[in-house]
């Protein structure tokens, strides 16, 4: 029985029902091009196999890999790839057809591989993950809500997010000390704003958040003018949390 390493962040789903619900909103198809990140034991590896019969997953235990190449054969095919999906290349998977990822997300870097997500985001039809809630409830925050912020408006910029549903602690083993919840991203097929140079729209997210009790007159100052905000059609004394992605995009633009 292979127990859980902290230092990798490991909570193994067990909860039937829970597994369930995932695999009904995922709804595999055959021919779906699936890859699944970090699939632990295979709770989701193997119905979801079931259905698809050709699964690729991406597993950094390595102790994992000949388990879950053992126990696949009876339900279709599996490669296994013995890597960190924080340095892995999507594109290196090499089809044409994009891919649907699906994933229990360890806690400790679910937000930066959401931002990793990103940088092969023309490459993914659908991304289903369980997260830590409080991190769902920022992927799907709007304005003026507490939990808005940098991860919110850059995924929300290239993606249709959602809240699916929340899970216990009690469904994983060891159970977590925090809630979780199930989320789907959708890549949009065009950007919902024009934002001018990435990096520059980027930068100013990331520094109007980064000091967010400030006005944006002031957490902007090194990137925009107050000047140039107020031309924007934005109020300067405004805070970031208050800021909608239109206005983000028209920084950047401004300063493109």
């Known amino acids: ?64 890999v000949p388990v879950l190449q053992r126990e696949s054969e009876r339900y279709g095919k599996l490669e296994v790839i013995n890597a960190d999906i924080l340095e892995f290349e999507l594109a290196s998977l090499g ?3 994009k891919f649907r990822l699906i994933g229990n997300l360890p806690y400790n870097i679910s937000t930066p591989l959401m931002f990793h997500m ?9 991304m289903h993950f369980m997260v830590q809630k409080e991190v769902a409830l920022r992927m799907v925050a709007g304005p003026g809500n507490n939990n808005y912020g940098r991860l919110s408006v850059m995924l929300q910029y290239r993606c ?51 000091q967010r009790r400030k006005t944006i007159s002031n957490s902007l100052r090194s990137q925009v003018s107050r000047e140039t905000i107020s031309a924007c059609g934005i109020d300067p004394s405004l805070r970031a949390e208050n800021l909608t992605i239109g206005d983000f995009a028209k920084l950047s633009r401004a300063c493109s």
Do not use: W
Not at 11 to 38: K, M, S, T, W, Y
Not at 118 to 126: A, K, M, Q, V
């Open 160 to 210: 249709d997010c959602q809240h699916l549903f929340d899970v216990g602690p009690e469904s994983f083993s060891p159970p977590p000390k925090v809630d979780s919840a199930v989320v789907r991203m959708t890549p949009l097929a065009e950007p919902v704003h024009d934002i001018g140079d990435e990096k520059i729209f980027s930068a100013i997210v990331q520094a109007a958040f980064g």
């Open 95 to 97: 089809e044409d057809r």
């Open 118 to 126: 990103l940088e092969s985001i023309s490459r993914i039809e659908d």
């Open 1 to 64: 029985m292979h127990r859980a390493r902290k230092r990798f962040g490991q909570h193994f789903l067990h909860d039937q029902h829970i597994i369930e619900l995932i695999l009904r909103a995922i709804n595999p198809q055959p021919g779906d091009h699936l890859v699944e990140i970090g699939p632990g034991q295979g709770a989701l590896t193997y119905p979801l196999l079931k259905s698809c019969k050709d699964l690729i997953a991406i597993e950094l235990d390595r102790d994992l």
